[in-house]
């Protein structure tokens, strides 16, 4: 349970650091081209499915979330699924019939 | 501390408990935007096609570098972590001040885009948006709010980096001890985060 | 910490004593001793509560008589607002907390202190400036706020009263609040004593890490939405505004996205205090522990998704209506295990009538129908006939007041001896336990009824067939002011001249009891090894009495 000796153990290298954000500009550049075409509703559900993507990416490499104990995973699972259950709950009320 | 007490030695400094502080801290500043989101949700819900219509006067170019700048400085954030914790303290120091730079390169973007915009009467109450219809109205509405919230946290951010850079100059933030820097570093990405989900729904709804 | 060194040189020397760095006054409000700054909470709190309940009193004295009897509509109507704003975010959402949270988390868990004590400080400086800007707001030029403390849009954008001094008093308070959260969260974490698992928290501890998790992720979204209004307000930007195409239904969503959760900041706290007190006097092993400490967690969970029910006749979608009644029904399940396990408790236990007792038995058969009532209300066809009524007044009396409020009585009587090392005169606080017990239902148990009958809540006026009930009602007022007079006076005399209190005045076996009253600036001398779950009275159940 004794966690307070071991917070220096991860020093990530700067190359993962450069690959992540390589794949962070490249998905920059891929939805801004896609949302130059036309396709409906796919375009925001493309657009949103990459910013996921890379908040991912930020999440477990930049913010270490991959390397911090579990603990720290399961938090930010309790609030973002918090935040989305807020936005389904509203979403009954909005996308069915007044 | 003349109590060699184990525990107590160990709770002098916790670290790991800073950033669960921290992470906990981040959480809350999600959902202050995570209610923006639900709000913007539901007026795109409403008023699609006011938004998109709304969505074509921003230039996507900009908001486009305004997110690589984000990003990279997201990089020399994370970059210099793992500069202290190898001891190297001048390049830690250099790049958060890259950090610093490119958060100002963001800001002044922002300014040059606000005032483009208010130039054309784009601004809540302005005329020229008045007569525009509402889905209009309310996308412009969000768009100053949460742009706005965005970049008070960047000036924010901005001050933590340069007391960061004074930290890391006096040497209260070292080698061994870099949990602040680790914190700010926390919050810088949560900036980015945000900017990572503003960035196409409002830039990019033709 | 200066106070380290010096407090490891005299032991002995109890908090309230302790020679800091800095003298006098400025020894306590730059304090981060958690110990002090719960005093302090509970100093600034006791003002706010005092003036809060003035203002109820006012209300009551007004509602008399049909017509005007002492204000005119408008003061009225700033008065129930200010009444609410003060009651809710200026003591019971900090009320146990703050003031025993602070106090009591860390002693309860074998730590010295919280996580953050700095942080600590700011909140509690936090609490004081958002309660100031909210006094300031009554004087300045346009008047105190007069929207009720929900803040409803359209009327807040549109009243020329001070509605914005009064949002971001809210907003600072949120901080405050959200603060706080984060230092227990953190704390129940980083800080239990050695073999103080998950398990042997006593239930407090539990009840304030769900409340911690409710005010972390819940109160940002407030925050946000009073800023908007500010916003709305202030520039005119439309997104609540009909006009422009605003929908002001959003603005009640995302108002009681936190503020349902909010009544579960009040009240778990209380029902974890309750928790400690049952098994204390009823010298019984805790029935049920996990189901309790479990419950807790799914009553933050739970009440975290039931926040439209206070919306079911604005209008909102048929699908809505029905899931939202569902989830309403399903929160009281984890309430009523809560219920059941503390009564189960009680049987065969050999119970002492103490005042902590008395009030915490109080909270039992008042939270029972504050929660009953509250169910009436989840169901969708009552619930037309219902809200805005003061039936909905008196069910959130009985579950804030007679629950949360008795909760922080109980808290006050229970830990007194510890907090201040003296013991008040235990006659003097039953009586006053009687008349704040007789005075409180005799002044809402009147309501349920005028409510049903329809009257409405919030309104200055009313049908003359509604008189007796509200001149009940305002006579109930009088018998539980007098009560409250009564228990504070008692207390305060206590203080001063109080008998000297034991360690263990109850015979608690939580950790609390284990050191001197008032404690030391450390707590503990050692940090102590835990190896029991925190209600062990098997020596009672045994026969084999101490």
Known sequence: MDHGTKNHAHVIGYGTYILVWLGLLSFTGITVAVAGMDLQFYNIAIALIIATVKAIMVMTIFMHLKFEDRVFRIFATVAILTLLIFLVLTFFDYSFAR | MNHSNAVQAHMHRDDYGAKIGMWLFLFTELILFGGLFIVYAVYRFTYGDGFSLASKELDTLVGMINTIVLLTSSLTMAMSITAIQQGRRRLSIGLVGATNALALVFMVNKYFEWTAKFHHGLFPGGKELLERTNGEILYFGLYYVMTGLHAIHVLIGMVIMTFMMVYLKTGHVNKDSFVKLENSGLYWHLVDLIWIFLFPLFYLIH | ?546
């Open chain 3, 1 to 546: 910490m200066s106070n380290h060194a010096l407090a490891s040189q005299s032991a002995r020397t109890d908090f309230m004593r302790a020679a800091g760095s800095r003298k006098g006054i400025l020894s306590w409000i730059l304090s981060t001793d958690h110990k002090r700054i719960g005093i302090l909470y509970m100093i600034a709190m006791g003002i706010f509560f005092a003036v809060g309940v003035l203002f109820g009193l006012l209300i009551r004295l007004e509602l008399i008589a049909p017509g005007k009897t002492i204000m005119e509509a408008q003061t009225y109507n700033s008065v129930f607002t200010l009444h609410g704003i003060i009651m809710i975010f200026l003591f019971i959402i900090p009320g146990l907390p703050a003031v025993f949270g602070n106090f009591f988390l860390p002693i309860l868990i074998g730590a010295r202190d919280v996580s953050f004590p700095r942080l600590n400080l700011l909140s509690w400086w936090l609490f004081v400036a958002g309660g100031l800007m909210a006094i300031v707001s009554v004087f300045l030029p346009g008047g105190p706020a007069d929207t009720g403390w929900t803040f409803y849009i359209p009327y807040s954008v549109r009243t020329s009263t001070n509605v914005i001094p009064a949002l971001l008093a809210a907003f600072t308070l949120g901080f405050s609040s959200i603060l706080t959260g984060i230092n227990f969260v953190t704390t129940v974490h980083r800080l239990r004593a050695p073999g103080m698992t998950w398990f042997r928290m006593p239930l407090f501890i539990w009840s304030l890490y769900a409340t911690g998790w409710v005010q972390v992720l819940a109160t940002p979204i407030v925050g946000i939405t009073l800023l908007l209004v500010v916003v709305e307000r202030a520039l005119g930007v439309g997104i609540f505004d009909p006009a422009l195409g605003g929908d002001p239904i959003l603005y009640q969503h995302l108002f009681w996205i936190y503020s349902h959760p909010a009544v579960y900041i009040m009240i778990l706290p209380a029902m974890g205090l309750i928790s400690e007190v049952i098994p204390v006097f009823a010298r019984r092993t805790i029935f049920g522990y996990s189901f309790i400490a479990f419950s807790s967690i799914a009553i933050a969970l739970l009440g975290s998704l039931v926040w439209a029910h206070h919306m079911f006749t604005v209008g909102m979608s048929d699908t809505a209506q029905w899931i939202f009644s569902l989830l309403t029904f399903l929160v009281s399940i984890p309430s009523a295990i809560k219920v059941f396990n503390w009564v189960s408790t009680l049987y065969k236990g050999s119970i002492e009538l103490e005042p902590p007792m008395l009030f915490a038995l109080a909270f039992i058969f008042q939270f029972s129908i504050g929660g009953f009532t509250g169910l009436m209300q989840g169901a969708l066809a009552l619930n037309m006939h219902l809200h805005d009524t003061s039936f909905i007044v008196a069910h959130f009396h009985y579950v804030m007041f007679g629950g949360t409020g008795f909760g922080i009585f109980a808290a006050m009587h229970y830990w007194f001896p510890k907090m201040f090392g003296k013991m008040y005169n235990k006659a003097r606080a039953n009586v006053s336990f009687i008349l704040i017990f007789i005075g409180f239902n005799v002044l809402y148990f009147p309501l349920f009824i005028a409510g049903y009958m329809g009257m409405p809540r919030r309104y200055y006026d009313y049908l003359p067939e509604f008189q007796s009930l509200h001149f009940i009602s305002t006579i109930g007022s009088w018998i539980l002011v007098l009560g409250l007079i009564m228990m504070v006076a008692n207390l305060l005399m206590g203080l001063r001249n109080g008998s000297r209190a034991s360690s263990n005045p109850w015979g608690g076996t939580t950790l609390e009891w284990t050191i001197q009253s008032p404690p030391t600036v450390e707590n503990f001398e050692t940090i102590p090894v835990v190896a029991t779950g925190p209600y062990d009275y098997s020596r009672y159940e045994r026969g084999e009495h101490a």
